[in-house]
């Protein structure tokens, strides 16, 4: 099934949630959550907001109506009867469904999550994990709908119009909004972790949003996306992979392309491919965003991660200003997606190293709650 060949954009897991398993799981409370059983006659009426759970698989469905969209956003396992505090997955780019089912037999089928490359066990006995589907994208499709880098074979071109940042962050905006009004939410306790894009989507949130107590930002690079283009670019050079003079060239070429971009940074015609104006959102620098962020921030990325290299200069920044409450999680000679790279810089996508990344990120939020329980 094409399914497997989802390695470079997406990660697929096959982790599919037994909901019997996870509600026993919730009734073993920790000690740091204290989870207040919610019964669901008590539950108050979410005028369709609620779509139930999600055929093929125990994660629910919602959708939020608003003047100009319809949000949906999935939220991991379907249980409601526990009040616990959120977790918010922003996934990376490309037009790519949050779920891929497949039916093996009738009432069976494999599900892919794809947003999920790591065993989520873990947070869901704390969290609400919550992840928001693309614009215009469908939740749920098969093998047979997507291909072979992952993306949905037949986007809307209103996927293309609504791809840019502004329009994200409203989305995770409406969401969190929302989230904070059901009786299953604590809303003490809303961290939000982006990979990639997602990255900067979160940071605008946690920027402007107070409901926002911490962000994690995984493979991000601080000065925007194209700058990536230019490091990759001298990395090239500096390597001997091209000479001064091509990569002069190559450059200015970029800085060319870049003019266009930002005379035309409001052009949403393309109907395949990044638009001028999603490039131009995701490009600027989101380093000042972060500086002013209050809550606390950890910066995940693999040393060998070209676009996210530039997160090193963050604690120079950061302390420059006095600001102390963040942490640096760098995973040596991993790459993007967490990937083992060969001296050559090729990945390896049979040995990636998410759960490690991904364990670091929650200790860091049970030590976050700690540090809250102690100050409050």
């Keep these: 099934m094409r399914v497997c060949l989802l390695i470079l954009f997406i990660i697929c897991n096959s982790f599919i949630y037994a909901q019997d398993n996870n509600d026993k799981a919730n009734s073993q409370k920790p000690s740091l959550y204290q989870q207040t059983i919610i019964y669901e006659d008590n539950l108050p009426l979410s005028t369709g907001k609620d779509k139930g759970v999600i055929k093929g698989t125990s994660s629910r469905l919602f959708q939020i109506q608003t003047s100009i969209d319809t949000i949906e956003f999935i939220k991991l396992d379907s249980s409601v009867k526990f009040r616990k505090p959120i977790f918010i ?57 997507i291909n072979g880098n992952g993306t949905y074979i037949n986007p809307s071109p209103l996927y293309n119009k609504n791809n840019y940042l502004g329009n994200y962050v409203r989305r995770a905006q409406e969401v969190i909004t929302y989230l904070q009004s059901q009786s299953w939410a604590d809303t003490s306790e809303t961290v939000i972790f982006g990979h990639s894009q997602g990255s900067y989507i979160g940071i605008k949130v946690a920027a402007a949003n ?41 450059i200015t070429e970029h800085y060319d392309r870049w003019k266009h971009y930002s005379d035309n940074r409001n052009d949403d015609s393309q109907e395949r491919g990044d638009t001028y104006k999603a490039t131009f959102s995701f490009s600027e620098s989101f380093v000042d965003d972060l500086i002013d962020i209050d809550v606390p ?43 083992e790279m060969d001296k050559h810089g090729n990945s390896n996508y049979e040995k990636m190293h998410w759960q490690k990344a991904i364990d670091s990120f929650y200790d860091w939020v049970i030590m976050q709650a700690e540090l809250k329980i102690k100050r409050d």
């Design 89 to 145: 997955m922003l996934q990376g780019s490309l037009p790519i469904p949050l779920i891929i089912r497949d039916s093996i037999d009738k009432n069976k089928y494999n599900t892919f999550y794809t947003s999920f490359a790591f065993d989520v066990n873990q947070i869901s006995k704390t969290h609400h994990i919550i992840n928001i589907s693309m614009p215009h994208i469908p939740v749920v499709v098969t093998g047979q709908e």
């Design 210 to 250: 107070p409901d926002v107590t911490a962000l994690a930002i995984s493979g991000c690079n601080p000065f925007g996306r194209y700058d990536g283009h230019i490091r990759r670019i001298r990395i090239a050079e500096l390597s001997n992979q091209l000479s001064s003079l091509e990569a002069q060239e190559q």
């Design 297 to 339: 921030i950890q910066v995940l990325y693999g040393s060998r991660d070209i676009g996210a290299i530039g997160c090193d200069y963050l604690p120079i920044a950061f302390e420059a200003v006095g600001k102390k409450n963040y942490q640096m999680s760098v995973f040596p000679g991993l790459g993007h997606n967490f990937e």
